[in-house]
């Protein structure tokens, strides 16, 4: 089941940025602890971001590690120093959280297994959520461009992955959060661009985009 939550304005301060950040942080790092995976290095995330669509960095097309800093960054709206029009104001949008949730019965297949099956189960999952949201979520994003805005163009951008893997109570339950920054890049230009108004989707160019889940909030 995918269900899209947002993560509403920056604040004063930008203080909900690394609040938002910290969040995934510590509870992917609790999750991993409690079933002795692999570390993750000192100074890098544990979330993955990825690139999707054909305008979206390079580098990142096939998911990296970045500093927990940049991540925060991404959700006040500045890449690598390059800003969005609206970067750290206390009104921005910062993005949404598309969660995507396992059936239960993988979940028990993954707590009775052994490291090398975790391992293949999690690449599986990776993957499914990637393609998940290249085929479903990005096709339902656009820029609006030419006059008052009505003709569409394809847009591309980021997300970072959170793999968990138990419920708040310890259960088995794996679920990814799947972080979407709100802005992006059109097919019209590399800069990247901001939002437009709350609830809508990354502008690019800077020029408002909007998306709407084809099934409203929730998809199951």
């Known amino acids: 089941m995918l ?21 995934y942080e510590d509870t992917t ?4 602890e409690s079933l002795r995976l692999e570390a993750t290095p000192d100074g890098l995330s544990h979330g993955l971001t990825y690139g999707l669509g054909p305008r979206a960095p390079a580098d990142l097309r096939d998911g990296t590690r970045l500093a927990s800093v940049d991540l925060e960054h991404l959700l006040r709206g500045d890449w690598r120093g390059q800003a969005v029009q609206n970067a750290y104001d206390k009104q921005r949008f910062m993005g949404w959280d598309c969660t995507l949730s396992d059936i239960k019965g993988l979940s028990v297949v993954y707590a009775v297994s052994d490291e090398p099956r975790r391992n293949a189960l999690d690449d599986l999952r990776r993957e499914a959520a990637l393609t998940a ?3 479903v979520a990005l096709p339902e994003m656009y820029a609006r461009v030419g006059g008052a805005g009505h ?9 970072t992955l959170y793999e968990q893997h138990l419920s708040r ?31 809508r989707l990354p502008g690019l160019g800077g020029r408002p985009a909007s998306i709407a889940p084809p099934s409203g909030p929730s998809l199951g």
Not at 172 to 193: E, M
């Open 3 to 23: 269900s899209i939550h947002d993560h509403g304005s920056l604040g004063i301060d930008g203080v909900n940025a690394p609040r938002a950040i910290h969040y």
């Open 29 to 32: 790092r609790a999750d991993r």
């Open 133 to 135: 949201l290249r085929e």
């Open 151 to 159: 003709e569409h163009v394809p847009v591309s951008g980021l997300v």
């Open 169 to 199: 109570a310890s259960d088995p339950q794996l679920h990814l959060h799947c972080i979407v920054p709100s802005f992006g890049y059109s097919s019209t230009g590399a800069r990247a661009g901001s939002l437009g108004p709350p609830n």
